[in-house]
């Protein structure tokens, strides 16, 4: 399978909702970035293998360029543009048509909820369900390209499959379930949206079973193996995220990941090669890719723990564990190594999927 060439940019924090599970939260009114800047980071990705981009933020549609964005991606040679949105200005056809006449691709929408009830509970913003159903229908309509985020919290996990059933109907090619962790949630609100996975396993395998008939591809991102017995086929942690051709390749977004510096970014690669062993691959991988495996290497040290005894367990390799905030929360004693061959191969469950082979 070939790895992804994909790459997320950030046009700035700025946005015009206040999702309460942030971790942008406190960040949200700084100023957009320049275009000089965003076409800089453009031409570098475009250096270093990068042909599909995804615009995010905050929210890249409150960019004033983001048209002129699209079409400099286009310009700088990208053969696939996608943004990041909450749909609040999709919903406005003629904004939304001038967006895919600069040459935008794909949306990837943030739906949270399956009605107005949970979805703007999670927004912090009445009326964002009804912004983003109109958005989905113009996206819909205007032929673009649909994907799907759902960030799983305690305030939305009983409403997942009816969330996978108001999705579904807009055909998307891709969509994502993004369980707990600490980047994902903002720090002040861990008690009132965190849940354990074995509360939000039954539900993730139910939406799943829904979906898999209906959408090409159904992930559970950041999960451990243990909880999805049977289910392996959605998992798409770290290892799998770079064969993932959505997802983006690691090397170029840790250097272009927002507030990231020449040298915090050379400590990441340091960090990963030495002391999380990537260093053990080089001469076995191409440069590029041992670059990719010491990111993905650091940030499974840095953000992930372990119990002791899934070193016994056959997912070993392709398993993150669990977030060191989660581990905080609730321990390790639910994680349970499963017996049988070790697997080291990170796609051994996607290689029958055509939407996860690269073309």
Same mark, same amino acid.
């Given at each position: 399978?070939?790895?992804?060439?994909?790459?997320?940019? *950030?046009?700035?924090? &700025?946005?015009?909702?206040?999702?309460?599970?942030?971790?942008?939260?406190?960040?949200?009114?700084?100023? %957009?970035?320049?275009?000089?800047?965003?076409?800089? !980071?453009?031409?570098?990705?475009?250096?270093? #293998?990068?042909?599909?981009?995804?615009?995010?933020? #905050?929210? +890249? =549609?409150?960019?004033?360029?983001?048209?002129?964005?699209?079409?400099?991606?286009?310009?700088?040679?990208?053969?696939?543009?996608?943004?990041?949105?909450?749909?609040?200005?999709?919903?406005? &056809?003629?904004? @939304?048509?001038?967006?895919?006449?600069?040459?935008? !691709?794909?949306?990837?929408?943030?739906?949270?909820?399956?009605?107005?009830?949970?979805?703007?509970?999670?927004?912090?913003?009445?009326?964002?369900?009804?912004?983003?159903?109109?958005?989905?229908?113009?996206?819909?309509?205007?032929?673009? =390209?649909?994907?799907?985020?759902?960030?799983?919290?305690?305030? %939305?996990?009983?409403?997942?499959?009816?969330? #996978?059933?108001? *999705?579904?109907?807009?055909?998307?090619?891709?969509?994502?379930?993004?369980? $707990?962790?600490?980047?994902?949630?903002?720090?002040?609100?861990?008690?009132?949206?965190?849940?354990?996975?074995?509360?939000?396993?039954?539900?993730?395998?139910?939406?799943? !079973?829904? @979906?898999?008939?209906? $959408?090409?591809?159904? %992930?559970?991102?950041?999960?451990?193996?243990?909880?999805?017995?049977?289910?392996?086929?959605?998992?798409?942690?770290? +290892?799998?995220?770079?064969?993932?051709?959505?997802?983006?390749? +690691?090397?170029?977004?840790?250097?272009?990941?927002?507030?990231?510096?020449?040298?915090?970014?050379?400590?990441?690669?340091?960090?990963?090669?030495?002391?999380?062993?990537? *260093?053990?691959?080089?001469?076995?991988?191409?440069?590029?890719?041992?670059?990719?495996?010491?990111?993905?290497?650091?940030?499974?040290?840095?953000?992930?723990?372990?119990?002791?005894?899934?070193?016994?367990?056959?997912?070993?390799?392709?398993?993150?564990?669990?977030?060191?905030?989660?581990?905080?929360?609730?321990? @390790?004693?639910?994680?349970?190594? @499963?017996?049988?061959?070790?697997?080291?191969?990170? $796609?051994?469950?996607?290689?029958?999927?055509?939407?996860? $082979? *690269? =073309?």
């Amino acid at each position: 399978m070939s790895k992804t060439r994909r790459v997320k940019i *950030v046009t700035g924090l &700025k946005c015009n909702i206040r999702c309460v599970f942030c971790y942008y939260r406190d960040n949200l009114d700084a100023p %957009n970035r320049s275009f000089a800047e965003i076409r800089d !980071d453009l031409r570098y990705a475009f250096r270093h #293998g990068i042909r599909e981009v995804d615009f995010s933020g #905050g929210e +890249p =549609t409150v960019h004033p360029d983001l048209p002129a964005l699209i079409a400099e991606a286009r310009v700088v040679g990208m053969e696939r543009v996608c943004i990041i949105s909450n749909g609040w200005r999709l919903a406005d &056809k003629d904004y @939304l048509a001038s967006l895919k006449a600069s040459g935008l !691709d794909e949306v990837l929408f943030s739906v949270h909820g399956s009605h107005d009830v949970v979805h703007d509970e999670l927004t912090a913003t009445p009326g964002s369900f009804a912004k983003i159903r109109a958005a989905l229908e113009n996206a819909a309509a205007a032929g673009l =390209t649909i994907r799907i985020n759902t960030v799983v919290s305690r305030l %939305n996990v009983a409403d997942l499959t009816s969330v #996978g059933r108001f *999705v579904a109907q807009f055909h998307p090619q891709q969509v994502n379930f993004i369980t $707990v962790n600490d980047w994902c949630f903002a720090r002040n609100l861990v008690d009132k949206l965190m849940l354990r996975y074995p509360e939000m396993a039954p539900p993730l395998h139910e939406v799943c !079973d829904l @979906l898999e008939p209906l $959408v090409p591809a159904v %992930n559970v991102r950041y999960i451990p193996f243990c909880f999805m017995q049977g289910y392996e086929r959605f998992v798409c942690n770290h +290892p799998q995220v770079m064969y993932d051709p959505y997802e983006w390749v +690691p090397r170029v977004r840790a250097r272009l990941e927002e507030g990231t510096s020449l040298w915090r970014y050379l400590g990441i690669l340091g960090y990963g090669l030495v002391v999380c062993g990537a *260093v053990l691959k080089v001469g076995r991988l191409s440069l590029a890719d041992t670059l990719d495996e010491s990111v993905v290497a650091g940030l499974r040290r840095w953000y992930y723990t372990k119990h002791a005894q899934c070193r016994e367990c056959r997912y070993g390799a392709l398993c993150d564990g669990v977030e060191n905030t989660y581990a905080r929360e609730y321990g @390790l004693d639910e994680l349970v190594p @499963l017996g049988g061959s070790t697997i080291h191969d990170p $796609v051994v469950f996607r290689r029958c999927n055509s939407s996860w $082979v *690269v =073309t």
